[in-house]
Antibody, heavy 121, light 110 residues
Framework: EVQLGESGGGLVQPGGSLRLSCAAS????????MHWVRQAPGEGLVWVSR????????TYADSVKGRFTISRDNAKNTLYLQMNSLRAEDAAVYYC??????????????WGKGTTVTVSS | QSALTQPASVSGSPGQSITISCTGT?????????VSWYQQHPGKAPKLIIY???NRPSGVSNRFSGSKSGSTASLTISGLQAEDEADYYC??????????FGGGTKVTVL
């Protein structure tokens, strides 16, 4: 079964750091572009970041550029999101998602259940 | 990277058809074929229902259809059913190689 499972969420103070992980199974992770998408409570989906299959190309939303870093370990079938200098507005459920296209065309066909990040003092 | 514009809510009776619009610019929806739609039920992860403007992934009902004209994409749900009650989001590739979602539309089945 194709699955994604996020972990690493929690409570962090403003200005703090957190690293999210996303474990993949049931498909060829090393061939897939991957994304992080977040959703604040009661709000809509917001795209955060994208990485290509071998990790050599990354893209970020302006709101997180310079603070967040997406990466992957294909040997471990795991996607990461390092989040630094966290702000209250970064609080959200963070989803990892697989892109079904070969070129990262933003067609996210497999999603995890999400992990919750809370930013508060 | 401003969010694409969707109506906040759309409603319809069972069996009717409804259409959700998604308006962007020439830098996103209007400039590319990379438009997709997602369905999200409360407390659940989103589900891809349309990709590349009008294509349905395997297993998605053919009651869902997508189209685009200029900088506005549309999702039509025909034969509305109770299970279609959910939030719907459009998404597009942008000229800066980033992605952008719409603000979301709540569909209510009357």
């Amino acid at each position: 079964e194709v699955q994604l499972g996020e972990s690493g969420g929690g409570l962090v103070q403003p200005g703090g750091s957190l690293r999210l992980s996303c474990a993949a199974s049931g498909f060829t992770f090393s061939s897939s572009w991957m994304h992080w998408v977040r959703q604040a409570p009661g709000e809509g989906l917001v795209w955060v970041s994208r990485i290509n299959s071998d990790g050599s190309s990354t893209t970020y939303a302006d709101s997180v550029k310079g603070r967040f870093t997406i990466s992957r370990d294909n040997a471990k079938n795991t996607l990461y999101l390092q989040m630094n200098s966290l702000r209250a507005e970064d609080a959200a459920v963070y989803y990892c998602a697989r892109d079904r296209s070969d070129y990262g065309d933003y067609y996210m066909d497999v999603w995890g259940k999400g992990t919750t990040v809370t930013v508060s003092s | 990277q401003s969010a694409l514009t969707q109506p906040a809510s759309v409603s319809g009776s069972p069996g009717q058809s409804i259409t959700i619009s998604c308006t962007g610019t020439s830098s996103d929806v209007g400039g590319y074929k990379y438009v997709s739609w997602y369905q999200q039920h409360p407390g659940k992860a989103p589900k891809l229902i349309i990709y590349e403007v009008s294509n349905r992934p395997s297993g998605v009902s053919n009651r869902f259809s997508g189209s685009k004209s200029g900088s506005t994409a549309s999702l039509t749900i025909s034969g509305l059913q109770a299970e279609d009650e959910a939030d719907y989001y459009c998404s597009s590739y942008t000229s800066s190689s980033s992605g952008v979602f719409g603000g979301g539309t709540k569909v209510t089945v009357l």
